[in-house]
């Protein structure tokens, strides 16, 4: 897959590092959905839901390792959370993305949402909205792939790929072979190129705190 043109808030070539390759991420997924397993018990009523765009293939990737470990079957969707979001005045309109419930629902179900990197906690509680009006799960859990902290909210997820400790002035990039033709996740600043950043983009302007 060729990568794609640099999105509006790419980070600054001169200041990027790796942070994960694509070696790492692929360990970091099999710890995560053995975790899962072993607090579950099992996956027998597990759904994972991914929160797009990156966290869309999160959680399918997750699922492909939870049905090499169980040898069943694993429910996995997408949520939108679009609608949900606490700063849809602040921030230039958005398309809206998929929401794929699988056909079962999530009922009395274990749903672990999955998404690439967690900040101030906000689109969490959006999707903790959004999930509200499609269903009743017996249980919610959340698995990202990176936790760079600085939460507003009193949100912490229950499965962490890795910790990572930042300044309000750098930025996370996470990059997807989906998406982006290679698997990494990048820590740097922010260049030049002004926008709205990207779905990958968890560093706020100075002035307007991405609500990630």
Do not use: C, W
């Not at 997924?29 to 996956?43: N, Q």
């Not at 990197?117 to 959004?130: K, Y």
């Amino acid at each position: 897959m060729t990568k794609a043109n640099p999105r509006p808030g790419d980070l600054d070539p001169g200041t990027a590092r790796t942070v994960l390759d694509a070696s790492d991420i692929a360990r970091v997924l099999t710890r995560v959905a053995h975790e899962i397993v072993e607090r579950a018990k099992g996956a027998d009523d597990v759904v994972l839901l991914g929160i797009p765009t990156r966290g869309v293939a999160l959680a399918r990737r997750l699922a492909e390792r939870l049905e090499d470990i169980e040898d069943i079957k694993i429910p996995v969707g997408a949520l939108d959370i679009t609608m949900y979001r606490d700063d849809l005045r602040l921030r230039p309109a958005r398309a809206l993305e998929r929401t794929e419930i699988p056909p079962a629902g999530i009922d009395g179900r274990l749903v672990v949402l999955v998404d690439d990197v967690l900040f101030s906690g906000r689109t969490i509680r959006a999707a903790l909205d959004a999930l509200n009006d499609i269903g009743r799960p017996r249980a919610v859990q959340l698995a990202v792939l990176v936790d760079r902290g600085h939460r507003e909210l009193p949100i912490r997820a229950d499965y962490v790929g890795k910790n990572l400790p930042t300044s309000q002035r750098e930025k996370v990039q996470v990059l997807l072979e989906e998406y982006d033709g290679r698997d990494a996740v990048l820590l740097g600043t922010r260049g030049g190129t002004s926008g709205p950043p990207g779905d990958a983009a968890k560093v706020p302007p100075a002035a307007t705190p991405e609500a990630k």
